[in-house]
């Protein structure tokens, strides 16, 4: 009897071990098997995140297809995704239709959408394009990066439209500039603001800084510019004048605006503003060897199709190859230095001058044409 008892517990034994050791070797395999897929999810997020698509794109099919004990299924489809996205707009549209239908992941749902409406976009169907756009923003407003690139769409759409929509253009891109997104989105949005900024400002287009004046007897153009603080040119511009000559009774788009120049050393760049905000900004090279003055000063002359005085001696005409202050100049009160433009554009965007500052000539062209004399400008290091 004790002998048969005994025999029973040493099987016992014996099964509990075998269990153990069974055991032992499923979470061992199963440890293994996800620290592979581990390894392997990592090794192809770190592929993609150094441009290395094309690699990192089959170790994320293979992810993706796995469904046993993988928790990096979602993401890999994700990333599948976003790899398509510059290959396939088609096969992209799938793979973010299935990420917003089952992630659970409001971020991931967020994004996703944002994607569809910008494959439509890509595909010129506008209408649907704006509608997910929309979606968007009022479904998702506190994911912010899926949230404002949908936002500087619908302005896109909006200035598609034409110069009648500019201002409703204008107003999302202002609110894009002045919010927490990112540096990549209020970049592009400042970039389209300035566009539409000057586009509006040179157009008979009615803006909360212009109104229409009725010419009296008496005025000119000079006399109207210089009560509106204006150029006689924009105002020619704007009304579409090809001579100086008006009457009583005509009526003028006038813009009362005060400029402000800030041009930053550090960046080379001349920000236009008007009361503090934002109007457009412009790429200008400065100084070599930090030679460009700081400080406030104010544009006191300009002159069209200048020539150039060079500093050892010698009057050097416009148009001459030689004359290094292309179409046109804007002097500051700081003795030899202003803004003007220049012939060779690789010369913007760095220090690459004498100390003035210097713009491609279509941008001096577009300043020339507005900006008066007396408008301050301030140099900055930053």
């Not at 949230?147 to 107003?171: C, F, H, T, V, W």
């Not at 800084?209 to 010419?215: A, D, L, Q």
């Not at 004048?241 to 120049?261: A, E, M, Q, W, Y």
């Amino acid at each position: 009897m004790n002998k048969n008892k005994g025999n029973s517990v040493k099987k016992l034994g014996v099964s509990l071990l075998v269990i153990g050791i069974i055991a032992g070797i499923s979470i061992s395999a199963v440890f293994l098997y996800e620290r592979g897929l581990s390894r392997k999810y990592q090794s192809a997020v770190m592929l993609y995140e150094q441009g290395e698509q094309e690699k990192a794109l089959p170790l994320f099919k293979k992810l993706a297809k796995r469904k046993l004990l993988n928790d990096y299924q979602e993401e890999s489809f994700y990333y599948l995704a976003l790899i398509k996205q510059d290959l396939n707009h088609d096969d992209a549209g799938l793979l973010w239709n299935k990420i917003f239908e089952t992630s659970p992941s409001v971020e991931r749902r967020a994004e996703a959408l944002f994607y569809l409406a910008k494959n439509e976009y890509d595909n010129g169907n506008f209408d649907e394009a704006a509608k997910k756009f929309n979606q968007v923003v009022s479904d998702y407003p506190l994911i912010k990066t899926p949230y404002y690139k949908s936002l500087y769409y619908i302005g896109e759409l909006e200035y598609k439209k034409g110069l009648n929509n500019y201002l409703k253009a204008r107003k999302i891109f202002e609110n894009i500039i002045n919010s927490e997104s990112g540096d990549v989105v209020k970049g592009m949005a400042k970039a389209r603001l300035g566009e539409i900024n000057i586009k509006l400002l040179l157009s008979p287009v009615l803006t909360p800084e212009s109104e229409i004046y009725t010419v009296n007897p008496g005025d000119s153009l000079a006399s109207i510019a210089n009560r509106f603080n204006t150029t006689i040119a924009l105002i020619k511009r704007s009304n579409n004048l090809t001579s100086n000559f008006i009457r009583p009774g005509d009526r003028l788009k006038v813009s009362n605006i005060k400029f402000k120049i800030v041009i930053s050393k550090k960046n080379n760049t001349l920000r236009l503003l008007v009361n503090g905000k934002f109007f457009k900004e412009y790429l200008v090279g400065t100084g070599k060897y930090n030679k460009t003055p700081v400080g406030k000063f104010k544009i006191i002359n300009k002159i069209k199709e200048p020539v150039w005085y060079h500093p050892e001696g010698g009057v050097i005409p416009y148009g001459d190859p030689a004359n290094l202050l292309g179409t046109r100049w804007m002097g500051i009160n700081f003795p030899g230095y202003g803004i003007h433009g220049t012939w060779d554009d690789d010369s913007v965007g760095k220090q690459s001058s004498a100390g003035c500052v210097r713009l491609v000539n279509s941008d001096i062209e577009e300043l020339f044409l507005i900006i008066k004399e007396n408008t301050e400008v301030e140099i900055t290091e930053r």
